[in-house]
């Protein structure tokens, strides 16, 4: 039959809302994850990167938190803005591994 | 500077056609990917090469899979015969030299696959 594919998870927000989307992550020895955002039609591109020895990094109107005794990342998007709608994935390196795994992915749409 | 450059954007072919997909990574970078996107399964890795060398292909799903990278300025990704399940966007990527676990990779756009 047919096979269905899966959605991506959504976060939909209003023009000048603040956007925070969630990444889990899978294996407790990677210790460099990076956020990529994907826009239609293009490839992935870099956004920021964390080390595991750090809980927060700041760049231009985004911020990941990492939080690795649950093994849980998150992006903070400042003001955001229609331009920011895209799919956005965590990526993971294993330690000792330049290779990095990505997640799945989420989408998300800002409104005017 | 030029980013990492694919080609073609766009093929449609018949099932059981050869394809062939080209990239050229950013000139002085080290390691290439080929990915493959699908809903299904998101990004996949299918094979990486450091310094021209196949290092890992473990992700290439069948035999009817190849790549190859003669130079450090080029790399192809082949599927011989194609089948309509190997519809998808593959993208090449790469990356410089850094020290260790560390550094970004760079996407090219990505080369759509449509097999009927």
């Known amino acids: 039959g047919e096979s269905v594919g899966l959605h991506l998870p959504t976060l939909s927000v209003q023009e000048g809302d603040n956007s925070i989307i969630n990444c889990a992550y899978s294996n407790s020895a990677s210790d460099y994850f990076i956020w990529y955002k994907q826009e239609s039609g293009k490839g992935p591109q870099f956004i920021i990167d964390i080390r595991s020895n750090m809980d927060k990094r700041q760049g231009q109107r985004v911020t990941v938190l990492l939080n690795k005794t649950v093994k849980h990342l998150s992006l903070q998007i400042a003001a955001t803005q229609p331009g920011d709608s895209a799919v956005y994935f965590c990526?993971?390196?294993?330690?000792?591994?330049?290779?990095?795994?990505f997640g799945r992915g989420t989408s998300l749409i800002v409104h005017p | 500077d030029a980013g990492v450059i694919q080609s073609p954007r766009h093929e449609v072919t018949e099932m059981g056609q050869e394809v062939t997909l080209r990239c050229k990574p950013i000139s002085g970078h080290n390691s290439l990917f080929w990915y493959r996107q699908t809903m299904m399964r998101g990004l996949e890795l299918l094979i990486y090469?450091?310094?021209?060398?196949?290092?890992?292909d473990s992700g290439m799903p069948e035999d009817r899979f190849s790549a190859k990278m003669p130079n450090a300025s080029f790399s192809t990704l082949k599927i011989q015969p194609s089948e309509p399940r190997d519809s998808a966007v593959y993208f090449c990527a790469s990356k410089g030299v850094a020290g260790g676990n560390t550094g970004e990779l760079f996407f090219g756009e990505g080369s759509r696959l449509t097999v009927l």
């Open positions: 090469f450091n310094n021209n060398v196949p290092i890992d």
């Open positions: 990526a993971e390196n294993p330690g000792g591994s330049y290779i990095p795994t």
